[in-house]
């Protein structure tokens, strides 16, 4: 038989498992819905942490960013590799169990450093679940529909992230006054409440989880003779270094725009501080906004790319980010300076719109110009990109300014935003244009 007919033939064996397809698609952005919950609630305990342990908002963006990014980066790579070779939806299942069950100890941390030690547990855990998903989907999708599969699975960022909001704040309004007294645990605050009760529903998750089917892998790269080739990460890096204009270019230009996307950590302490809402108003404020604006942002982009790469634009997936990093910036830096929470609350999600319109371009780019088994490695070594500078320092940043320019004056938070979308768009859009440049070489090569 030949190639081409085999081809057909997976080909027409994905559109007979379409719907078992979509379906796992499904239950990956429910992970990533988890995820992003267990990892974003803490943004609603701001104050009482704060409290708790004596520290600074500088201090605070240490725990929502590089508590959890450190070893969510570390662990990206090892657990890229695996999912390249391993069986992927065990991969996932563990990362569940390992990041719902740390979320939880977070409820029980008696300190700063405890509480520090317990957030890299659940970037642990979360690190395995990208890597492996988009491998998954890479295999379950023919790349004209991986766009939209994509988009379908990184709703769970947005859903996470008003789950946490909404969910969360609603939550806090209903154990604001609870105080409960565990055997040998002693004594727990509302806030160490949520933490357990937001962490332990994962764990049914992971078991569902464990169900599904783990999808054949397509695409795999054969060797001289004919045999799939064994792809290690000094492979993948020399591919990476061979191609290093386009991939760190892109890749850390779009972790500097990505950045404004975790400020939003700092949004329901700014409509508090601000404006003087509510803990359930400013969670409501920050959560629909997510809601509307991401998931409208997500679905486009994921139909837009799709349409343009059918219509042969195979460049799509850094053009729409390049387009996307531009238009962020004009309501990334005004919405914390609104006169009102409403107006910023509006003008937030114009900014949700072009944060979701490229969060697949990062995933469908590796699909289009990586071989298959380096596509985990490669999504790891985004990943890599994505904790160390946006995970890890879009928290911080906003803290920084705070704590060091505006000397702890925490009604200034507004301004920090303000300044700290202003100094990274012009860096991002600058560095994703270059790879985008690098990218056509690489996509239209056999055209030329």
């Not at 920050?286 to 349409?307: D, N, R």
């Amino acid at each position: 038989m030949s190639s081409e007919n085999i081809a057909v033939g997976e080909e027409n064996n994905l559109e007979r498992n379409v719907h078992y397809a979509w379906f796992i698609t499904a239950i990956l952005m429910l992970c990533y819905t988890f995820s992003m919950l267990d990892r974003e609630i803490i943004s609603l305990l701001v104050e009482p942490i704060k409290a708790a342990f004596t520290i600074t908002d500088f201090e605070m963006g240490l725990l929502m960013g590089p508590a959890f990014s450190l070893f969510y980066t570390v662990m990206g790579i090892p657990l890229g590799w695996a999912a390249d070779r391993y069986n992927r939806k065990n991969l996932i299942t563990i990362g569940i169990t390992v990041w719902s069950f740390m979320t939880a100890l977070c409820g029980l941390a008696g300190s700063f450093l405890q509480l520090f030690i317990n957030r890299i547990g659940v970037g642990v855990g979360e690190a395995s679940l990208t890597p492996g998903a988009s491998s998954m989907l890479a295999d379950l999708f023919p790349k004209e529909k991986l766009p939209l599969a994509t988009s379908v699975y990184s709703l769970g960022v947005f859903m996470g992230s008003s789950l946490a909001m909404i969910g969360g704040g609603y939550l806090l309004s209903q154990i604001k006054d609870l105080t409960v007294t565990w055997p040998i645990v002693g004594t727990l605050e509302y806030w160490q409440l949520t933490f357990i009760m937001v962490g332990l529903p994962g764990l049914i998750l992971a078991f569902f989880v464990y169900q599904i089917i783990e999808p054949k892998r397509r695409d795999l790269a054969l060797d001289a003779q004919g045999n799939v080739e064994k792809v290690s990460l000094l492979k993948a890096i020399k591919y990476l270094l061979e191609n290093k204009k386009l991939f760190l270019n892109f890749f850390l230009g779009g972790s500097i725009i990505a950045t404004i996307g975790y400020h939003s950590f700092w949004y329901p302490s700014l409509f508090m501080r601000t404006w003087g809402w509510s803990e359930l108003e400013a969670a409501t404020a920050t959560g629909l906004p997510s809601l509307i604006g991401g998931v409208t942002g997500l679905v486009l982009g994921g139909i837009i790319m799709g349409k343009m790469i059918e219509n042969g634009r195979k460049d799509a997936a850094l053009l729409i980010a390049f387009v996307a990093a531009l238009g962020i910036g004009i309501p990334a830096v005004a919405m914390p300076l609104m006169p009102s929470g409403i107006l910023a609350a509006a003008v937030m999600i114009v900014a949700k719109l072009f944060v979701g319109i490229p969060l697949i371009s990062g995933i469908a780019m590796i699909r289009m110009s990586v071989p298959n088994q380096m596509r985990g490695q490669f999504t790891a070594l985004y990943f890599v990109f994505i904790g160390i500078v946006a995970t890890g320092l879009g928290p911080v940043i906003p803290g920084f300014f705070t704590t060091f320019l505006f000397n702890e004056n925490t009604e200034m938070i507004r301004y920090s935003l303000a300044i700290s979308a202003g100094i990274v768009v012009p860096i991002g859009a600058t560095m994703i244009w270059f790879g985008w440049q690098e990218y056509k070489k690489l996509v239209y090569a056999d055209e030329t």
